[in-house]
């Protein structure tokens, strides 16, 4: 029987040298030696104490979105949280970490509950925000945040409620980021408004990211953090859109993305990264700063 089975946890799926390219938007990446997608909480915590006990590196992801994952795949678990229990109580959600932010959308545009809807088609896990702050129309995940509810991945017994000003949220960056975490379940409170007005609300956002942003191409979403600079300007303007190395290939459609054409390895976007950033110092004497996470081997 190999290291880990389905056999040993509840509500969970093990699978062995799994395809990295199926559980990433980019479509990138080797093999993972072990890849488990937990349906709860509960086996969430059970098998990254698994991997503690036996000395596996693990990494715990959600819908792929930003990540970049190396082409030689990874040397350890893979933890796919797919735990989407939903809890209205009023104007209150509970969502457990695996939740799509779509899906919260959906529920809370029906009980005419506000504050989602800025985020439509984002394909971000609950967790995947919370780690990342996630933003859109300058709107902030965290500006709905009432905690968080995690562990420490070192001290997986003891439970941890973070509210708001605990979890040092900035741009595009979080306590989570730094520290090991596990996120089981967030508290947001929303705002009572007419269903009507949320839900053009939310087509007015789906639409203008469907009309700048290259959505029917693989991608990670926004490569780089705007700083004093900003990113997509700053390249158009320097002439890169639609350079490529390989088949990965700076957009044309938004300069801020680079898009897998086909067969995109990470070393390509990597090296595709590099030129960029070699670019913008000769011109700025500055370099961008990374959006996207780059998992390696």
Do not use: W
Request: hydrophobic share 35%; aromatic share 12%; proline share 1%.
């Amino acid at each position: 029987m190999c290291l880990f089975s389905m056999k040993i946890f509840k509500d969970c799926i093990y699978i062995k040298d799994a395809n990295l390219k199926d559980y990433c938007t980019f479509k990138i990446g080797g093999q993972a030696k072990h890849l488990y997608t937990t349906y709860t909480n509960t086996a969430l915590l059970e098998v990254c104490n698994y991997c503690n006990v036996h000395n596996i590196k693990y990494k715990i992801i959600g819908n792929g979105s930003n990540l970049l994952f190396d082409d030689k795949g990874y040397n350890g678990a893979i933890i796919v949280n797919r735990s989407k229990k939903l809890r209205f109580v009023d104007n209150f959600v509970y969502a457990d970490g695996g939740t799509n932010i779509g899906e919260i959308i959906q529920k809370s545009t029906q009980r005419n509950l506000s504050g989602f809807e800025y985020f439509a088609g984002i394909p971000s896990s609950v967790a995947g925000g919370i780690i990342n702050s996630l933003g859109a129309f300058d709107k902030q995940i965290s500006d709905l945040v009432e905690y968080v509810i995690c562990y420490k991945k070192n001290n997986l017994k003891k439970r941890i409620i973070l509210k708001k000003v605990d979890c040092h949220f900035e741009y595009r960056n979080s306590l989570f980021k730094h520290e090991d975490y596990v996120i089981t379940r967030v508290k947001f409170k929303l705002t009572r408004d007419d269903k009507t007005k949320i839900f053009e609300r939310m087509k007015s956002c789906l639409n203008k990211k469907i009309s700048t942003q290259p959505v029917d191409n693989h991608s990670a979403g926004s490569v780089f953090k705007r700083s004093t600079l900003i990113p997509a300007k700053i390249i158009d303007e320097l002439g890169l859109k639609g350079k490529n190395i390989g088949d990965a290939q700076i957009s044309v459609k938004h300069a801020g993305f680079i898009i897998n054409n086909a067969n995109a390895r990470s070393k390509d976007v990597q090296q595709l990264i590099d030129y960029i950033n070699d670019c913008v110092y000769r011109q700025f004497k500055q370099k961008f700063d990374l959006e996207i996470e780059y998992i390696p081997y």
